[in-house]
């Protein structure tokens, strides 16, 4: 018994996965990939005399131990620190709050606070800051007489002009503006929750408390990884409000200075200090390495336990 074999036949190419993904493909690397490695490769050399020399990991050092660099880069990053977890222990839970109220069916008007909260997060980060500035200004600002007329005049102080209060300060004019991301974030979650599994919580004799507690937050914690995720990746890369409030010296004496503000002004320079696009690029890529380990660290020790929960 004789069995022919039948060559398999070849598949077409699949040219119209070049046609659809080519254009968004070439687009991100021109504009995010080559950008990245060039900065990682411009952050191993040194320039002088207008010539360029490969140095390796000696702009890393510099930054972290030579006494010229390395106070104002842990004053940045300590100060990044701080900012992020302002929001985390501010921004997050309210936005969750307000998320929480916003989806429940016995509110009314729940359409208009809802864009009223979300607005603010569709202004240009710039008029945000000039706005706050002239509010909170001593001279100008309504804020001290608004004070006064609600009995709490006494607690009114230069808070964008003092040290211990700018970046605390900042940070609240940070929450104030995006705190309608998270809670859309999680607002969008809560409504795709069933209903069954809500009803049949309420006929096993849940109060709201309850229902929210056992039911609704496991759902949502997803969400709310990712809601951290993307604060942790934004405050970061934090730049433009304390550019547009305090300039790129982010006073009083650096202390509201980010690691945004102290990259502008290590690689364009500013005032007295002479720019260096080298160790600029060092400063972007320990920001780019800082924001990568964080990423990580957080899906390794936290999304894995939440997977583990649901499943």
């Known amino acids: 018994m004789s069995s022919s074999i039948q060559p398999?036949?070849?598949?077409p190419f699949p040219?119209?996965?070049?046609?659809?993904?080519?254009?968004?493909?070439?687009?991100?690397?021109?504009?995010?990939?080559?950008?990245l490695l060039d900065t990682l490769i411009l952050s191993l050399y040194q320039e002088q005399l207008g010539e360029s020399y490969f140095v390796g990991l000696e702009n890393f050092v510099t930054l972290v131990t030579d006494e010229n660099w390395s106070s104002a880069f842990w004053n940045a990053l300590s100060n990044n620190f701080q900012f992020f977890a302002f929001h985390m222990l501010l921004q997050n839970p309210i936005g969750l709050i307000l998320a929480v109220l916003l989806s429940s069916p016995k509110l009314r008007l729940a359409g208009t606070y809802r864009t009223l909260i979300f607005m603010p997060t569709m202004l240009s980060v710039v008029i945000v800051g000039f706005v706050w500035q002239l509010i909170l200004?001593?001279?100008?600002?309504?804020?001290?007489?608004?004070?006064?007329?609600?009995?709490?005049?006494?607690?009114?102080?230069?808070?964008?002009?003092?040290?211990?209060?700018?970046?605390?300060?900042l940070s609240f004019i940070s929450v104030w503006q995006f705190v309608g991301i998270p809670m859309m974030l999680i607002y969008a979650t809560?409504?795709?929750i069933p209903d069954d599994i809500i009803d049949a919580s309420t006929v096993d004799g849940a109060n709201a408390f309850q229902t929210f507690w056992y039911i609704k937050l496991p759902l949502i914690l997803p969400t709310i990884a990712m809601v951290s995720i993307l604060t942790f990746v934004a405050n970061f890369n934090a730049f433009e409000l304390i550019y547009a409030v305090k300039g790129a010296l982010a006073g009083p004496n650096f202390s509201t200075d980010l690691l945004g503000t102290f990259?502008?002004?290590?690689?364009?320079?500013?005032?007295?200090?002479?720019?260096?696009?080298?160790?600029?690029?060092?400063?972007?890529?320990?920001?780019?390495?800082?924001?990568?380990?964080?990423v990580m660290l957080f899906l390794f020790f936290v999304q894995r336990r939440i997977q583990r929960f649901q499943f």
Do not use: C
């Open 137 to 169: 200004s001593p001279i100008w600002g309504i804020s001290e007489e608004f004070l006064y007329s609600v009995g709490l005049g006494q607690f009114f102080d230069a808070w964008l002009g003092k040290e211990g209060s700018a970046l605390v300060t």
């Open 190 to 192: 809560l409504l795709n």
């Open 263 to 294: 990259f502008y002004r290590t690689f364009f320079g500013f005032q007295l200090q002479q720019g260096s696009s080298t160790m600029g690029a060092a400063v972007a890529t320990l920001m780019f390495l800082i924001i990568l380990v964080g």
């Open 15 to 35: 040219w119209h996965l070049i046609v659809f993904l080519g254009p968004g493909l070439l687009i991100y690397v021109t504009f995010s990939v080559y950008p």
């Open 8 to 11: 398999e036949e070849k598949k």
